[in-house]
Nanobody, 125 residues
Framework: QLQLVESGGGLVQPGGSLRLSCAVS????????IGWFRQAPGKERAGISC????????TYVDSVKGRFTISRDNAKNTVYLQMNSLKPDDTAVYYC??????????????????WGQGTQVTVSS
């Protein structure tokens, strides 16, 4: 059974950092692209970053480029999202998701078939 579990969310002040983890089970990262998405209240769920398979190439949307870093540890079957210089606009529920699409960036939520339960990130003073 394919499963993803996010962790690491919480309350942080503006300018602070958090690291989100996405632990996967039932499949190996070598064969799946993993994306991070976020959904703020009243807004649609949007892709912000992904790490592609098999090459491990990373992609970011402009709003997080230079502040967020996606990485993966194949041995631990875990994908991370390091978030620095956080802003109040980053407040959202963050989700990771998996897709079998290979060889190109995937940031459309419609291409992802397996989702985690989400973790809340709140940036506030």
């Amino acid at each position: 059974q394919l499963q993803l579990v996010e962790s690491g969310g919480g309350l942080v002040q503006p300018g602070g950092s958090l690291r989100l983890s996405c632990a996967v089970s039932g499949f190996t990262l070598d064969y799946y692209t993993i994306g991070w998405f976020r959904q703020a209240p009243g807004k649609e769920r949007a892709g912000i970053s992904c790490i592609s398979s098999p090459d491990g190439n990373t992609t970011y949307v402009d709003s997080v480029k230079g502040r967020f870093t996606i990485s993966r540890d194949n041995a631990k079957n875990t994908v991370y999202l390091q978030m620095n210089s956080l802003k109040p606009d980053d407040t959202a529920v963050y989700y990771c998701a998996a897709t079998g699409t290979w060889g190109r960036p995937v940031l459309s939520r419609y291409e992802y078939g397996v989702w985690g339960q989400g973790t809340q990130v709140t940036v506030s003073s």
